[in-house]
């Protein structure tokens, strides 16, 4: 039973263009969320995270925003670049369990030219 | 660079041959993670060390063993490997959580070993 879920396995996106990869969470009690990014032949790294208390993070070209509500959050890339072409993974963790997160199957983005 | 490496890259074994995966990192991590991987799905936890202490995951079969001779090295034991455990596997390493800090720290992971069992 996957608690975190990022339902589309891919996403194309023209150069320029924003790209909205999307996650949503089943369990209530998730309130600290991540974003890795992987290219082919390497490990996942860290890109950016949002705690609970928050809706909104930025860094740089890319925000992360978080409702609570709808346990649904999303990064945004503005402008996308093709060096952003990577699978990005969605992880959730919960502070009143344990402070290893829950990783989604991943988003493979592909950014054209 | 400080960094996690994982040895081998690519590992082919055969049915029932058992088969070790290494991970060693100049992080000075407390915490080292083992990760397992297969086409189009999430990274699954078998079990992470913090400092000596080993955790296991409930549904982590018994095929699959640990070992953390010291801060820098750990190792993937796969006693008896089936075909069903062909996968990519990942090594991470990461701070303990800090009090007062986010209860989740960053995990760095290794590029991971692809193992294929025939």
């Known amino acids: 039973d996957q608690q975190v879920k990022q339902n589309s396995p891919s996403l194309s996106v023209q150069e320029g263009r924003i790209s909205i990869l999307n996650c949503d969470y089943t369990?209530?009690?998730?309130?600290?969320f991540l974003w890795y990014k992987k290219y082919p032949a390497e490990g996942p790294t860290f890109l950016i995270s949002?705690?609970?208390?928050?809706d909104k993070n930025e860094d740089g070209r890319f925000t992360v925003f978080l409702n609570k509500s709808a346990k649904h959050l999303s990064l945004h890339i503005v402008p996308s670049q093709p060096g952003d072409s990577a699978v990005y993974f969605c992880?959730?963790?919960?502070?009143?369990?344990?402070?290893?997160?829950?990783f989604g199957r991943g988003t493979s983005l592909i950014v054209h030219p | 660079d400080a960094m996690v490496i994982q040895n081998p890259r690519y590992q082919v074994t055969q049915f029932g041959k058992p088969v070790t995966l290494s991970c060693s990192q100049t992080?000075?991590?407390?915490?080292m993670y083992w990760y397992q991987q297969k086409s189009s799905q999430a990274p699954k936890l078998l079990f992470h060390?913090?400092?000596?202490?080993?955790?296991n995951e409930a549904d982590t079969p018994d095929n699959f063993q640990s070992r953390r001779p010291n801060t820098s090295f750990c190792f993937l034991d796969i006693r008896s490997p089936g075909l069903g455990d062909t996968a990519m596997y990942l090594c991470?390493?990461?701070?303990?959580?800090?009090?007062?800090?986010?209860?989740?720290?960053?995990?760095?992971f290794g590029p991971g070993t692809r193992l294929t069992v025939l």
């Open positions: 991470a390493t990461s701070r303990a959580p800090l009090a007062g800090g986010p209860h989740t720290d960053t995990q760095y």
């Open positions: 369990n209530s009690m998730f309130d600290y």
């Open positions: 949002i705690s609970s208390i928050k």
């Open positions: 992880a959730a963790s919960a502070s009143g369990g344990s402070y290893i997160p829950t």
């Open positions: 992080l000075n991590h407390n915490v």
């Open positions: 060390y913090y400092d000596k202490d080993f955790n």
